[in-house]
């Protein structure tokens, strides 16, 4: 089995087999991990998972090259142009 797992976990849990990834690897890695904490969010609707997603997203970012502020950035900028979720509208497709 291949996972992904924090920067501590050898340290907190020994014992652990790991190894270092290449960089191609570990944005492979992430992208799966991605999926993993929003399926886990899904499924629990708990706000440690909403902590993890965000937590990826930010290495995520790192490795494309962008600052979590430039991130942020982009995310107000796109907010601006065509809103946020707030209202809870929901698109109706016309049959």
Do not use: H
Not at 70 to 91: N, Q, S
């Amino acid at each position: 089995m291949k996972k992904l797992v924090r920067d501590r976990i050898p340290e907190l849990v020994p014992g652990t087999y790991v190894r270092v990834s290449s960089s191609r690897e570990l944005f492979e890695m992430l992208k799966r991990k991605l999926v993993e904490e929003v399926m886990e969010f899904l499924e629990s609707d708990n706000i440690e998972e909403l902590a993890d997603i965000l937590e990826v997203v930010e290495a995520l970012a790192r490795m494309k090259g962008v600052e979590w502020q430039k991130l942020i950035e982009i995310k107000e900028a796109k907010r601006r142009e065509r809103g946020g979720f707030e209202k809870g509208y929901i698109l109706i497709a016309k049959d």
